[in-house]
């Protein structure tokens, strides 16, 4: 899995929180990496980004941005109305096929959701999947409206022939509610994938070294991690 590309259900989910997770844990394992994020948007020049969060959080990862546009909108949208070049799915995979060369994983963070427009021919992240024949993790949320949001992701991914990786809770609460509880069983469901982690709410707010030493008991094995998703359940369950 030499490129894994990272999208959220939604904005706002903990899509970069579990990008720097997954890079701390492989770091973790004695591997190179480095994060792509496509397109950066609602952030000044000066500014520090995604893909510089997930470095401060994780460690020493190569850290990439290919476009940044000033306003907080999709991609597309935001380079328009700066008057600024977007950026194409195209350029994203070919740059993630570079650093692939270099690193032993790369993690490719994209803007909101699977089907956010990055320019106005209605390229997306999912394009740049598909020409990097790469697997995408998907970041949910936990509580009421993550079922629909994560199967209609699910369902569009197995439509355009991408293979699915699984799903990462984005930020589980210190007190999960009903419905939180109960998706952690319905979501590896709906999603037809496994549970691969779950984040706790706040995990961006430790301290590095913490995130870095804690950041595999929230990754399943296949991210590196020691996560279990069925004893999870069990004790979230009670």
């Known amino acids: 899995m030499p490129v894994l590309v990272i999208t959220g259900t939604g904005t706002e989910v903990g899509k970069t ?3 720097a997770a ?5 770091l973790a394992a004695g591997r190179s990496v480095a994060v792509l994020k496509a397109a950066q948007t609602g952030v000044r020049p000066d500014e520090r980004g995604d893909a ?3 470095a401060r959080l994780a460690g020493p990862v190569t850290a990439t941005e290919l476009a940044r546009f000033p306003e907080p909108l999709a ?3 935001a380079a328009r109305r700066a008057g600024m070049a977007p950026v194409h799915p195209r350029e994203v995979a070919e740059a993630a096929a570079k650093l692939a060369t270099e690193h032993d994983l790369v993690l490719v963070e994209g803007a909101g959701g699977l ?3 990055f320019d106005a021919a209605g390229g997306t992240l999912a394009d740049t999947a598909r020409m990097l024949d790469a697997p995408v993790l998907v970041v949910a949320s936990a509580g009421l409206g993550t079922l629909n949001t994560t199967e209609l992701t699910a369902r569009e991914l197995r439509a355009r022939d991408i293979e699915f990786a699984g799903v990462v809770i984005g930020s589980w609460p210190d007190e999960p509610d009903l419905a939180s509880r109960c998706n952690v069983a319905d979501l590896p469901e709906v999603a037809g994938v496994p549970l691969l982690g779950a984040l706790p709410a706040g995990a ?9 030493t804690r950041a595999p008991e ?8 020691t996560w ?4 999870f359940r069990i004790r979230e369950a009670r």
């Open 17 to 19: 929180v579990t990008t």
């Open 22 to 26: 997954v890079a701390a844990a492989a």
């Open 52 to 54: 510089d969060e997930v």
């Open 75 to 77: 991609p597309g949208t």
């Open 115 to 117: 089907l956010v427009r």
């Open 204 to 212: 961006a707010a430790l301290p590095p070294t913490e995130f870095r």
């Open 218 to 225: 929230w990754l399943a094995p296949r991210l590196d991690g």
């Open 228 to 231: 279990n998703a069925e004893a």
